[in-house]
């Protein structure tokens, strides 16, 4: 069974820095888009980022593009997501996903493996 785990959430003071880790095991994930996806109370949940199997290619949300960061370590099974210059309105529940093939969807509903959240949050 696939399993995804996020790490690295925490509570930072606005313009702070936090690295996000994502450990996924119990498959093989070559040539799978993993991608970070975060959910705020009353709000849907809404896409971070996205990046490829290769780690050539990443999507980024106009709203974090220029903070943000993805990666992702093929031979740890590891994606990362590092933020920059945090504000309060990035304080969410931050989630890991993984879809299969190539397309780096910003569509939650394409992705099939989540792991179960890490809270970050930005005080003013």
């Known amino acids: 069974q696939v399993q995804l785990e996020e790490s690295g959430g925490g509570l930072v003071q606005a313009g702070g820095s936090l690295r996000l880790s994502c450990a996924a095991s119990g498959g093989p994930f070559s040539r799978h888009v993993m991608g970070w996806f975060r959910q705020a109370p009353g709000k849907e949940r809404e896409f971070v980022a996205a990046?490829?199997?290769?780690?050539?290619?990443?999507y980024i949300q106009d709203s974090v593009k220029g903070r943000f960061t993805i990666s992702r370590d093929n031979a740890k099974n590891t994606m990362y997501l590092q933020m920059n210059s945090l504000k309060p309105e990035d304080t969410a529940v931050y989630y890991c996903?993984?879809?299969?093939?190539?397309?780096?969807?910003?569509?939650?509903?394409?992705?099939?493996?989540w792991g179960q959240g890490t809270q970050v949050t930005v005080s003013a």
């Open positions: 990046i490829s199997w290769s780690g050539g290619t990443t």
């Open positions: 996903a993984v879809r299969p093939g190539v397309i780096l969807e910003s569509d939650k509903n394409e992705y099939i493996y």
